[in-house]
């Protein structure tokens, strides 16, 4: 399965921006970095996924290093609803076909982000 | 938009007892998948379905059947309920046919709490 490697905890202040890194040192050439975040008591939210460049949502940005080995998903203004889970996968290049197949998502220790008013 | 939905949000259940949980995937979304997260654990890949047919298989228990149907809704079969399977069970959908797997989001529901007495 593939490793990421995240802090277990980060704490942020309301309004101010959060960077929260993550290393996947064994990614391959095809996989995606994706991130998802898990508020309390509800699934895991997709937030941004991205392969090589930089990429921007209207939720986050995701920073790519130039080997891949690491990458930083940057909530530009944290609020009290950031609070949450954040998870770094990594995931490897896969068409699905009917009968068989071996995709899925491996969720790691994840970080946990505290955001402080 | 509509999103995954799920149900029931809760359900509780004695022992060796057996139980039902229902997904409904976005519409148009072909590839369904279970995750099952246990108190203070990360959420764990249980089973996948593409097209109808059963995709991959993860650390999910013999006691446990899962189909999808022709609307691509599926249902996760638990039988002989043991204390150890009281968790959140979500689901969680994704557009499969023809694309790359690792470069689509997959989408959750807010899971079933499933107690067991």
């Known amino acids: 399965d593939a490793k990421t490697t995240q802090p277990n905890s980060m704490e942020s202040n309301e309004e101010e921006p959060v960077h929260l890194p993550c290393n996947h040192s064994?990614?391959?050439?095809?996989?995606?970095i994706h991130w998802y975040r898990q508020l309390p008591s509800q699934g895991p939210e997709y937030v941004i996924h991205g392969l090589t460049s930089n990429v921007n949502n209207r939720m986050a940005s995701l920073a790519i290093a130039e080997d891949r080995k690491s990458s930083t998903l940057i909530l530009h203004r944290a609020t009290l609803r950031d609070a949450a889970v954040y998870y770094c996968?990594?995931?490897?290049?896969?068409?699905?076909?009917?009968?068989?197949?071996?995709?899925?998502?491996?969720f790691g220790k994840g970080t946990l982000l505290t955001v402080n008013p | 938009a509509a999103g995954v939905i799920q149900s029931p949000r809760h359900l509780i259940k004695e022992k060796r007892e057996t139980a039902t949980l229902k997904c409904y995937p976005i519409p148009r979304h072909d590839t369904v998948y279970w995750y099952q997260q246990g108190p203070g654990q990360d959420p764990q890949f249980l089973i996948s379905?593409?097209?109808?047919?059963?995709?991959d298989k993860g650390s999910i228990p013999d006691r446990f059947s899962a189909q999808q149907f022709s609307d691509y809704h599926s249902e996760l079969n638990m039988s002989s309920l043991e204390l150890g399977d009281s968790a959140l069970y979500f689901c969680?959908?994704?557009?499969?046919?023809?694309?790359?797997?690792?470069?689509?989001?997959?989408?959750f529901g807010d899971g079933t709490r499933l107690s067991i007495l």
């Open positions: 064994t990614i391959s050439g095809t996989d995606y």
């Open positions: 379905f593409y097209e109808k047919m059963q995709s």
């Open positions: 969680a959908s994704s557009l499969g046919q023809g694309k790359n797997l690792s470069n689509q989001p997959q989408h």
């Open positions: 996968i990594h995931s490897p290049e896969f068409y699905m076909r009917r009968g068989g197949s071996n995709y899925k998502l491996t």
